[in-house]
């Protein structure tokens, strides 16, 4: 099998007692552009937040180029999704672009020119370097998504991973995105993407995870899009499982021993 | 005229004393209150104004003195068990944030004056003063609490200009912050206790009641004013110490004034000009642009008019007389006198005795308007698939913004159509 670039392993994870996603496991491969695909509530973010350190895991790891996340922050990038922030906070669109280049390391320092020059690279590979000065509230919802895009390319990672990318954005973005990923292909990176929609799925990745709460199956799209698996997925939840999960909360029980 | 010059002198030394202070209090509030602004926690410094008075009491009770450092310290440590205590409730009950403020808050300040009505009928001599925590004391400043307001200032502006970019990262995206590895825990705290630092000794000017107020008034009409973080915080900063002036002057003016209410009436002017009167973003400034708005769907109404009465007749040139005009469209007289006036002006009508005709440049916007129009309802007609008699409607409105970029995009989708659905002539220039 190739280089892996991200594992979970057993990934359990609950929102308020309730079990939001089960055992969740699988390997995703290096240099390719990647679908996690599901129902709307089936805990596509969940597991972003969950690989990204945001929220509490009840069970399970996860290994980032065979790694911990701490120890790979500076190869991994993370585009939330637009909706999580306040876009009418006063900032330009460099302002937030240049958020990818702070680390840890230059706590106290100020920006460099060679960090300004990055992140204005960045925005003239999602198209957007014209509009560098604009307050972020006059953009459009597509072109909001790219600012995140480009905030993330800053980073100059290797692993991204992106939270509902085209949700609301208009074709000139979808375009861009799409541009942009076959070009980072090329590069050799890794792109994950949370998804909802089944339609253009197939198009737009190369690889697939099918998940509803546990997952459904993961493996090269033309595996995965077949009446039986897609059927598993979108076809309501699993009684049982679900009712065990109303349980676990309901008695306020732990979902793991200890 | 006298007193103000006095005053403007500083030659004495309390008046100095009151004004720097309250300038101090005044800017440092502001610069820490933009960040409890923008991370929506306006209620949280009220929260702390109220939460530190029984740290205040219980660390005069130790010590024995008014001293002013174990006072702010007895305060911070206040300030934080509430602030920690209200994180607690939210995290681990149902119960919402705004309802964990509400509980922190009265607890905490009931507690407060709990152990300060105890200190005042303890006989204790020191503790006349305590109470001017509750209302500020802002007129009897002595050059100790310069000192220690200057060196707390001073301290919180360092820690917010060291670490500027990550106090806006953490207030825009704190998820990404995390992410990227940035101690998002530390900065949080950081955030805290310097809010708390600002209450504690902002409190002793303006008390425990108005101090929210000088939080988060003068990032509120700081907003207004700019789209940059840095420039609010200046502003901000700048609305807070000239406020500060503003309420020594007045209650030194007239001394029976006091100087903290002063200071949050001037905040509250700045603030509310600003919402009013700041280019762009102020209220007055949307007011305006829609009554261009008006104007303008007032008088291209107008031109509208006389294009179709000139169809009708085959007769563009015809003159009109008033009453006509008005009977032959829905206006109001005062409207319609305002609209042609305005025409008139812009020499795209003319009035010959008492009848109004068209010019060759009224003429042109007219034909535009009515181009726009019926371009439009095809549109709507072909594309939308909507019934020709439900066009109408929408076009009126859309006729009036739609720009030469999406008029010429218009006809290259439809293909420069001549006839609009109503089969009416579409009106091109002729060149």
């Keep these: 099998m190739k280089n892996i670039a991200l594992e979970t392993h057993n990934l359990t994870v609950s929102y308020n007692r309730r079990p939001v996603l089960w055992n969740v496991d ?76 702070y680390r840890s390391s230059n706590l106290f320092k100020k920006i460099s020119q060679k960090d300004k020059d990055i992140a204005a690279e960045a925005l003239e590979k999602v198209g957007m370097l014209e509009y560098s000065g604009r307050q972020i509230n006059q953009l459009s919802g597509g072109q909001q998504q790219r600012v995140f895009i480009a905030r993330s390319l800053a980073q100059g990672a290797d692993l991204y991973i992106m939270d509902e990318p085209f ?9 861009a995105i799409l541009n942009l990923f076959s070009e980072m292909k090329k590069e050799g990176k890794t792109v994950i993407v949370v998804h909802h929609d089944l339609q253009t799925a197939k198009a737009y ?54 | 005229m006298n007193s103000t010059l006095e005053f403007l002198s500083f030659s004495d030394p309390n008046v100095r004393f009151v004004v720097i202070g309250t300038m101090i209090l005044g800017a440092t509030a502001a610069m820490v209150g933009t960040f409890s602004f923008l991370r929506k926690r306006a209620l949280v410094g009220d929260a702390i104004a109220h939460s530190i008075l029984p740290g205040v009491c219980l660390s005069f009770l130790i010590s024995g003195e008014k001293d002013p450092l174990w006072l702010i310290l007895g305060a911070i440590i206040s300030g934080w068990v509430s602030l920690l205590m209200i994180d607690g409730i939210s995290r681990t009950t149902k119960l919402k944030n ?37 209302f500020g004391k802002a007129a009897s400043l002595t050059q100790d609490d310069i000192m220690v307001f200057s060196g707390i200032g001073i301290a ?79 502003i901000a900063s700048l609305f807070g110490a000239v406020s500060g002036f503003i309420g ?32 762009k973003r102020g209220v007055f400034s949307k007011l305006k642009l829609s009554w261009q708005n008006r104007d303008k769907i007032l008088t291209e109404n107008i031109l509208k008019l006389f294009y179709h009465l000139g169809e009708d007749e085959g007769d563009f040139e015809k003159p009109r007389s008033f009453k006509q005009l008005l ?57 939308l698939k909507l019934e020709p008699d439900h066009v109408h409607n929408d076009a009126e409105a859309i006729e009036h913004i739609i720009t030469p970029e999406i008029e010429s995009l218009l006809e290259k989708e439809l293909d420069r159509p001549t006839i609009d659905p109503h089969r009416s002539k579409i009106p091109y220039p002729t060149e």
């Design chain 1, 26 to 101: 699988f390997e995703l491969p290096s240099g390719q552009i990647i679908g996690i695909i599901g129902p709307n509530g089936s805990g596509k973010t969940t597991l972003l937040k969950a690989i990204m350190g945001l929220v509490k895991t009840s069970s399970g790891y996860v290994k980032i180029f065979d790694q911990d996340l701490d120890d790979v922050r500076d190869r991994v990038s993370y585009v939330p999704q637009r909706e999580s922030v306040d876009w009418d906070f006063p900032a330009s669109v460099m302002d937030v672009v240049l958020m990818g280049r």
């Design chain 1, 167 to 175: 949700v609301g954005v208009d074709a000139a973005t979808e375009e």
């Design chain 1, 205 to 258: 990745f190369d690889w697939i995870v099918l998940l509803n709460t546990r997952m459904v199956a993961a493996g090269p799209k033309e595996e995965i899009f077949n009446e039986e698996l897609l059927q598993e997925a979108y076809g309501g939840k699993l009684n049982v499982l679900s009712k065990v999960g109303e349980l676990v909360r309901e008695k306020d029980f732990p979902i793991r021993e200890k």
């Design chain 2, 98 to 134: 705004d309802t964990a403020i509400g509980i922190v808050l009265s607890v905490f300040f009931g507690a407060g004056i709990l152990l300060m009505t105890m200190i005042q009928h303890s006989g204790n001599a020191a503790q006349a003063g305590l109470d001017k925590f509750l």
């Design chain 2, 156 to 234: 919180l502006i360092v820690i917010v200009l060291a670490l500027y970019k990550e106090f806006k990262l953490v207030s825009f995206n704190p998820d990404y912050a995390k992410v990227i590895g940035l101690p998002v825990k530390f900065l949080e705290f950081l955030l805290a206790t310097i809010t708390i630092l600002a209450v504690a000794v902002g409190i002793q000017a303006v008390g425990v009641v108005l101090m929210a107020a000088l939080l988060i008034t003068p990032a509120s009409g700081a907003r207004y004013w700019t789209d940059r973080l840095g420039k609010m915080i200046i």
């Design chain 2, 248 to 279: 020594s002057y007045i209650s030194y003016i007239a001394p029976s004034m006091p100087t903290g209410p002063w200071v949050v009436m001037a905040l509250s002017v700045l603030a509310i000009g600003s919402i009013w009167f700041a280019p």
């Design chain 2, 327 to 383: 009977t032959s469209e829905r206006f109001k007289e005062l409207e319609l006198t305002k609209g042609l006036k305005m025409l008139k002006k812009n020499n795209l009508l003319r009035k010959k005795g008492e009848t109004w005709f068209i010019t060759r440049s009224g003429f042109k916007e007219a034909s535009r308007i009515v181009r726009l129009h019926r371009l439009w309802e095809l549109y709507l007609n072909q594309r």
